[in-house]
């Protein structure tokens, strides 16, 4: 479905949503359910039928509340039964700056404008924390645009009484409410008017004629813009790049013109282009995106190529480079299979169309944008909001360090003895505690990243995962492993309910990253300590199938729970009686 | 461009906004006729058939417009 890659195919989403939507709906998709609220100040319909394709599209499978026409605030502050009843998970405030009720005048002094600034800004602040208060879900605010006129001219953005003014500062407020509110996010729509074009964006006749704050033709763009602020949120961000080397990330073919000859740096612009480029995926690789080679290139010249001075990227900034003659498809499974991740979660670049196509009649889930020319590599990639940032936590600076120590693992793996030889050599220390504010971020990033090693696969937000801290009814763990090589941050969450002398459990789940390691042992040993600590005499588990959960199938039954029923789908029961536990201990040692 | 022409092609538009495979309309077709012509259907309606046929309508002409054939009557008129 071309029409949703960058740039997106309005006319297409827009003329054929009926046919598109049907369509999405047809693929078998281990669907997300989510409840969206849109609340806005001017007419959503397009907004909320445009957003449901670009979910449909992530996997996300919404349903909708929408305000009556306007009535954004009064639905926020107020409340009304249908909204409450709704229980969102995400609210969408789509508003822009006609909803903002005054402006200073001209014939104003600074004080009132300031005055008016601090009332319009209590007013939006106002609806936020009571949206927070009632909901404790994610909540997503329009900045605001800019009027497509300016009274004032140049100075409309600096004088105080100008328009244009008024809305900078009410942004930069909004931008402050933000940082100190990790479950808030802001939707760029000022980045988005200018991008397409403010006179166009703000054609006042779809105000006038239908109440739309912007064009029709942008109405798919926003809503891209909001879905993929959603999609990140509950983990369907993609994770690894993987790079094609000639004409992608510099000019000529190194096999050909040797390292000397391909053009990356200072000295001609088409060398410029590729170095700017190679800094834009190096700042990737910063917040957290995985680097691959997969190119058609002899090993040696493929390194060689990389280690040109003028190249920012190094061989070293690459978890995985695969550089020979295999099919590019061959390649990409290889890669996925050594990271651990699903080929879903990769976006495949190369200046090549065919080798693009490859790829595309392969595997549908591979993200594949339209490389055309080097100078619009940055842009198509930026837009496409693969890698859009909700929150960035420690896990994600660090993420391309730890893949590179497994891959040292590996070899020490290969080296050694017995698996248990290795096991021990590894010198493995987990950290086993309740849930701790500081791991909020990462533990709800885990329930939604985890598709594998995931007994239950509940999605949580961050606030669900403060909600279980909180509650008395609640025993949660989580599991952060170090051995030797480094730190493998949070990779375990565990959390039951209590119920009478019984924990059900709601979350069990592992990174992958870490199989075999015993950390389940160790989450176990710990769980059952604790849980009788808690004079709880029995643990029950649950599975529930995914498309992807498969390898846990059969995990109660390793680690000894007796089975207690199970149902058509393949849900299965399972328990554990505590007062005959024995530990497993693992060679871990355990900090709680 | 004929009405015939112009009208091969507003089928397929009527179709694709409606998403039902066996819309025909005509010059006496109105919203009453087809099921879910609503205003909010009728913009996106509107979009896709200046995009087919590379027109704008102005505010004044969208209000003034009563049936198809009036609708068809413009398209005339503006395309080449």
């Known amino acids: 479905m071309g029409c949703f890659d960058y740039p997106v195919d309005s006319k297409t989403l827009l003329r054929k949503k009926i046919r598109i939507k049907k369509e999405l709906l047809s693929g078998s998709v281990n669907w997300i359910e989510k409840r969206i609220a849109v609340l806005g100040g001017s007419t959503t319909n397009e907004i909320v039928d445009q957003l449901e394709l670009f979910l449909l599209f992530n996997g996300i499978r919404p349903t909708f509340y929408q305000s009556e026409y306007a009535q954004f605030w009064q639905d926020a502050v107020f409340g009304n039964e249908e909204l409450d009843s709704f229980h969102p998970d995400v609210v969408f405030i789509h508003t822009n700056w006609r909803n903002i009720p005054a402006f200073p005048t001209v014939s104003g002094t600074k004080e009132e404008a300031a005055e ?16 927070n208060e009632k909901f404790h879900c994610t909540i997503i605010q329009n900045n605001f645009d800019r009027p497509y006129w300016r009274l004032l001219g140049n100075s409309d953005i600096s004088d105080s009484r100008g328009r244009s003014n008024f809305i900078a500062k009410l942004n930069l407020m909004l931008y402050e409410y933000a940082d100190a509110h990790p479950a808030f996010f802001v939707n760029d729509l000022d980045f988005l008017a200018a991008d397409y074009g403010l006179a166009a964006w703000s054609n006042p006749l779809y105000w006038h004629m239908y109440k739309y704050c912007l064009c029709l033709d942008g109405v798919p763009r926003l809503a891209k813009s909001v879905a993929d602020i959603i999609k990140s949120v509950y983990g369907k961000n993609k994770k690894v790049l993987m790079c094609d080397l000639d004409n992608t990330l510099w000019g000529g073919v190194v096999g050909d013109d040797g390292v000397e000859g391909i053009q990356i740096g200072p000295e001609v612009p088409v060398g410029q282009i590729y170095a700017e480029f190679q800094q834009y995926l190096k700042e990737l690789k910063s917040i957290g995106v995985l680097l691959t080679v997969n190119s058609k290139n002899e090993e040696q010249n493929a390194l060689d190529g990389l280690r040109h001075p003028d190249c920012t990227l190094k061989p070293e900034d690459f978890v995985s480079i695969k550089a020979n003659w295999e099919n590019k498809d061959r390649n990409l499974r290889a890669i996925a299979d050594e990271l651990n991740l699903g080929t879903d979660s990769f976006v495949f670049i190369d200046d090549n169309p065919t080798e693009r196509e490859i ?11 339209e490389m055309d020319q080097p100078e619009n590599y940055i842009r198509l990639i930026d837009r496409s909001g693969y890698f859009e940032v909700t929150a960035l936590s420690a896990d994600d600076l660090s993420r391309a360090d730890m893949y590179q120590a497994n891959a040292r693992r590996v070899r020490l793996q290969e080296a050694a003895g017995s698996y248990e030889d290795f096991l021990k050599s590894l010198q493995m220390t987990a950290t086993i505690r309740p849930f701790e504010a500081i791991y909020m971020q990462r533990i709800a990033q885990l329930t939604n990243k985890s598709n594998q090693f995931n007994l239950t696969t509940l999605r949580c937000s961050e606030s669900d995962i403060a909600g279980m801290q909180a509650s008395e009814e609640y025993l949660c763990l ?11 941050g949070v990779v375990s969450v565990v959390s039951g309910r209590i119920e009478k002398d019984e924990l059900h459990m709601v979350l069990w789940l592992m990174s992958c990253r870490v199989l075999k390691r015993g950390m389940e042992d160790a989450m176990l040993d710990t ?15 649950y599975y529930y199938p995914s498309p992807k959960n498969g390898m846990v199938k059969e995990f109660y039954r390793r680690m000894g729970f007796a089975f207690l029923s199970g149902d058509d789908a393949g849900n299965t029961t399972w328990e554990l009686d505590l007062c005959d536990y024995k530990p497993k201990a693992p060679p871990i040692e355990i900090r709680k | ?11 397929e538009v009527f179709r694709d906004v409606f998403g039902e495979d066996d ?3 005509n010059d006496e077709t109105t919203a009453a006729d087809i099921d879910g012509w609503d205003s909010l259907r009728h913009i996106s309606l509107l979009a896709a058939v200046e995009d087919e046929f590379d027109i704008e309508f102005s505010m004044g002409q969208t209000v003034k417009m009563k049936n198809v054939g009036e609708m068809v009557d413009y398209i005339e008129e503006e395309a080449e």
């Open chain 1, 478 to 488: 989580y599991g952060k492993l170090e051995d030797k090589f480094g730190d493998n």
């Open chain 1, 116 to 131: 008016l600034l601090d009332g319009t800004f209590r007013r939006f602040s106002t609806m936020w924390d009571k949206l």
């Open chain 2, 1 to 11: 461009m004929s009405r015939e022409e112009i009208y091969e092609r507003l089928n």
């Open chain 2, 23 to 25: 819309i025909t309309v």
């Open chain 1, 527 to 541: 769980l059952a300590a604790v849980a009788e600590e808690k004079g709880i005499k029995k643990i029950i588990g």
């Open chain 1, 359 to 369: 790829i595309r009649q392969a595997d549908h889930g591979v993200a594949v944008p």
